[in-house]
């Protein structure tokens, strides 16, 4: 089920209200049955590859610790179960393309949990982390429903800690969590569903569509990934805080980032240290006898894998391989890039970098959506400014009722995200008095509600 | 994110304060929503919610639901078998004008939408199939703008009712309930509610009373009565609407391609299959814009070349500003004389 | 060697890698206050250090680096 569907909404209500009337012990088991609950929901068949996952990591984590203590081979125990992992997941994965069955479903979720295990088990395997024995807790840090679909993919050493005292949340923390789920509700529901339709239709259709449609496709498409995406976890993290619960942040102000390395520091950041941490750093650490050209082949090879997480195919490989080679690129050409700024002035070379990040990953986001890398790149070679007949054509078909809802939330998305950058928006709200702050909320849930475009309910992310 | 209140881990009683509060504090915020709901519900401004015997509303309603529900009503005792379908252009043939040329005993009711898709008239037909209907014969009006447009219209004016596109009856009454909340329609609704007048300027209000009639969906188009008070000055004193034409011939871009043709396909599938006598209208616009040659002989090549009559383009019917209301819409004296002439050979 | 002295060369390191002539380092820093100092470049400062002291650092030993005083404290362990 989605966030936004009326059975989430009564499972939530049900779940949240036994919360709060459990004792200590009880609360573990209402969360965990909440997130079976939602998983199940779904399809059965993907409860049970996520318990099984689950219950792996768990045995796993423990011989690991057990081989350590013993000093008999925790590296092969380490291995073996990590490849275990992998290869299982790679199988579901690519079992349409191997079988060649249609009727097969990856099962969702499988990308972020399997991260976590992975990345837990390598904790337990550098010991820095001790292996989980209730076996409870550590179900939950896998499957706990607000994160399960599209993460973020949460660090053992973070959550499993507030799984261990799981407690009820203060009132501040509660309101604080519903005001991010209305935030994540607006950039879903007022901007990325209302443009999505749109620029689909252009990708479906980019044999006919004229040059210029396919121009405003590709620079909307990092919008409508952006709301979406990061509305998504918005709603996640406010979940989270209603029961709670802290998750870790995913997106911090991206489209202000002046370099495509900064870039990854602030967009799907749970993913982007994830790689950083348990790809990059070993990789680079046994490339760094080879200077500068051992952190470019590791970040080639890591963001390469980054781009296949996404999923089978080229298509992914080409995304992840235009961000490694962008970013070494960057490395290369930092002294070039200095003067330029001395010569021009800070202002404006801060804009024309940002410019330029936001076009790059507009380019390379072309791959990522496109459905083959042949696709891609015809898409890439016919943007133009031609028209068919009209320069009305460049609202690609968006009436002028969705060009101002979505226009407008899009600005006002940005001044959220530029003033919560500057500090918390939401504390220094508090502040106002109540009249206002009540006229702020009517104000947004009435817009949400008269303008939101309601009845898709899926999120892009849902799929990875 | 860094400065968020730290989880309180005191007491239960604690605990258990905070979300009680939050539930008062939702409690009290609701209330105007509850109110807005309940106002929704008592009114049924759009009537879709309850079954009625008239649809005569101060609101604008949606024409599909409408047409449909005047059909049900009243099929138990008339048995419909002649479907006037189309654009809005269907106010310019009247059912009872129409059932002079069928066979006697044949009884006819009009099953419009605004600015009608084909895709709409090919669930309507879909669903007379389904319904059992016998679709003996049909009146289809379409222009280039309905035959262009392949995909259902979408908007709580536009959209089709459940029982015909198969769309999920909840989520079409959560439409309604949006439109109802939008502001352009919700303040003049409640200014409108409290005053009790419809005022010329409120969107989505109907301010002209009955618009239709009840048995079979005929249109009672206001602007026929300003004709009558006002005479060759209703033309006159609107010149801007009407703009003279320039007696070139122009010809409209082609609008079937695949896509449209599958979808007229369809249509033809179900006509066929209930041996339907078909008449296809292109209605004679004030513009004198011709339909495309290519979209008429696809026309043609489907619904028979006897049974399509294009009266686009410069002809005697358009010719003569007195059948126009607007240049949008002509008045049921032209609807009559162009079924006079398609009903002419037999 | 005195802390103090390690701190003084490292701090010639970072300047010279990361370009940047306002670098002073404190046994407190971690690569958060230092601008430029990220996970691109930490490997290079590292390999660099590895160089000048002539030791080798394991895995391990960098994941468990939080701040220039536990970098501090791993070279003199090594240096000894």
């Known amino acids: 089920m989605s966030f936004i569907s009326i059975e989430f909404v009564l499972l939530f209500l049900i779940y949240f209200t036994l919360y709060h009337f459990v004792g200590d012990k009880g609360r573990k088991f209402v969360l965990l049955a909440a997130s ?39 590296r092969l125990i380490y291995w073996s179960s990590i490849s275990c992992l992998i290869l299982c997941w790679i199988g579901f994965r690519y079992a349409n393309r191997l079988t060649g069955a249609t009727g097969f479903i990856f099962p969702l979720g499988m990308s972020f949990y399997t ?96 040059g210029v449609q396919l121009f405003m496709a590709c620079l909307l498409y990092p919008v409508e990934l952006y709301a979406d995406f990061s509305g998504y976890t918005d709603m996640a993290i406010g979940i989270g805080m209603l029961f ?75 995304y992840g391989l235009i961000q490694g080679l962008v970013i070494v690129w960057e490395l290369r050409t930092e002294k070039i890039r200095n003067k330029v700024r001395e010569h021009i002035g800070k202002r404006l070379f801060a804009t024309l970098s940002v410019i330029r990040t936001y076009l790059i990953f507009a380019v390379s986001l072309v791959f990522f959506k496109a459905q083959s890398v042949s696709d891609a790149f015809y898409f890439l070679r016919n943007i133009s400014f031609q028209t068919h007949t009209s320069w009305k054509e460049i609202n690609i078909g968006m009436s002028d009722h969705i060009c101002i809802v979505a226009g407008s939330t899009l600005l006002l998305i940005l001044l959220y995200d530029f003033f919560m950058s500057k500090g918390d928006l939401h504390l220094r709200f508090e502040k106002q008095s109540a009249l206002v702050r009540w006229t702020v909320y009517y104000l947004i849930v009435f817009a949400v509600f008269a303008y939101g475009k309601f009845g898709t309910e899926d999120f892009i992310y849902l799929q990875f | 994110m860094k400065n968020i209140p730290e989880t309180i881990t005191g007491t239960n009683i604690c605990q258990h304060s905070a979300f009680l509060r939050l539930v008062r504090k939702m409690m009290l915020f609701a209330i105007p929503f509850w109110a807005l709901i309940a106002l929704y519900v008592y009114d049924d401004p759009f009537m879709v919610l309850r079954k009625y015997d008239l649809y005569d509303s101060d609101v604008m309603l949606n024409e599909h639901h409408v047409g449909w529900q005047i059909y049900k009503n009243h099929n138990d005792s008339v048995h419909f078998n002649s479907f006037i379908l189309g654009n809005s252009c269907t106010m310019a043939f009247r059912c009872k004008e129409w059932e002079k040329y069928l066979d006697s005993g044949d009884r006819a009711v009009r099953l419009f939408g605004n600015s009608e898709s084909i895709k709409a008239i090919s669930l309507k037909l879909r669903a007379l ?207 009559n004389k162009l079924l006079e002439r398609i009903y002419k050979d037999q | 060697m005195k802390t103090t002295e390690l701190l003084e060369i490292l701090n010639g390191i970072f300047r010279k890698v990361l370009k940047r002539e306002d670098i002073t380092l404190t046994e407190s820093t971690t690569a958060h206050d230092v601008d430029g100092w990220d996970s691109l470049t930490n490997m290079i400062l590292l390999t660099e250090i590895e160089n000048k002291f002539g030791v080798r650092f394991s895995f391990r030993e960098i994941v468990k680096l939080k701040n220039v005083g536990d970098l501090c404290q791993t070279i003199q362990n090594k240096t000894k």
């Open chain 2, 129 to 335: 199939d389904r319904e059992g209907a016998e679709i003996k014969n049909a009146l289809i009006i379409l222009d280039r703008a309905s035959l262009s447009h392949f995909e259902l219209l979408t908007g709580a004016r536009n959209m089709l009712p459940a029982a015909i596109s198969g769309r999920n009856p909840f989520s079409i009454q959560l439409e309604f309930i949006q439109a109802f909340a939008t502001p352009d329609f919700l303040y003049p609704y409640l200014k409108y509610r409290i005053t009790g007048n419809v005022e010329r300027n409120m969107k989505r209000m109907n301010p002209y009373g009955r618009i239709r009639d009840s048995k079979n969906n005929d249109a009672f188009n206001p602007r026929e009565k300003q004709i009558q008070q006002e005479g060759e000055a209703y033309w006159k004193n609107r010149k801007k609407e009407f703009p003279e034409r320039d007696g070139i011939v122009t010809i409209a871009e082609p609008a079937i391609f695949q896509k449209q043709r599958m979808v007229l396909d369809e249509i033809m599938e179900v006509l066929r299959r209930h041996g339907t006598s078909i008449r296809v209208i292109i209605s004679p616009d004030y513009n004198q814009k011709e339909l495309h040659p290519n979209d008429r002989k696809i026309l043609q090549n489907i619904f028979g070349k006897e049974n399509v009559y294009d009266f686009s383009g410069i002809n005697e019917f358009t010719k003569d500003y007195h059948n126009y209301y607007e240049p949008g819409h002509y008045r049921p004296l032209l609807g």
């Open chain 1, 244 to 318: 709670g619960l802290k998750l870790s942040p995913n997106f911090a102000h991206p489209f202000a980032a002046q370099t495509t390395a900064e870039f990854w520091r602030r967009w799907h950041i749970s993913l982007s240290s994830w790689v950083r941490d348990y790809l990059f750093l070993p990789l680079s650490s046994l490339t760094r006898r080879w200077g500068q050209w051992g952190v470019a082949v590791s970040l080639m090879v890591t963001f390469i894998a980054l781009g296949i997480w996404h999923g089978a195919g080229w298509t992914f490989a080409v």
């Open chain 1, 36 to 74: 079976g609950v939602f998983i199940g929901y779904f399809n059965t068949v993907f409860l049970f590859t996520a318990l099984a996952v689950s219950l792996f990591t768990y045995g796993a984590a423990i011989l690991i610790e057990q081989a350590h203590e013993k000093k008999r081979g925790p």
């Open chain 1, 115 to 210: 991260f976590q295990a992975i990345g837990y088990l390598t904790e337990v395997y550098w010991e820095e982390e001790k292996a989980e024995r209730h076996l409870i807790d550590l179900l939950l840090y896998m499957l706990l429903f607000m994160k399960f679909l599209s993460g973020p993919i949460e660090r053992s050493a973070d959550l499993l800690p507030q799984v261990h005292k799981l407690s009820p949340a203060s009132y501040p923390m509660m309101t604080y969590g519903l005001k991010l789920i209305v935030v994540g509700l607006v950039k879903k529901l007022l901007l990325a569903d209302h443009i999505a339709p749109y620029i689909d239709g252009v990708f479906d259709s980019m044999h006919t569509a004229s």
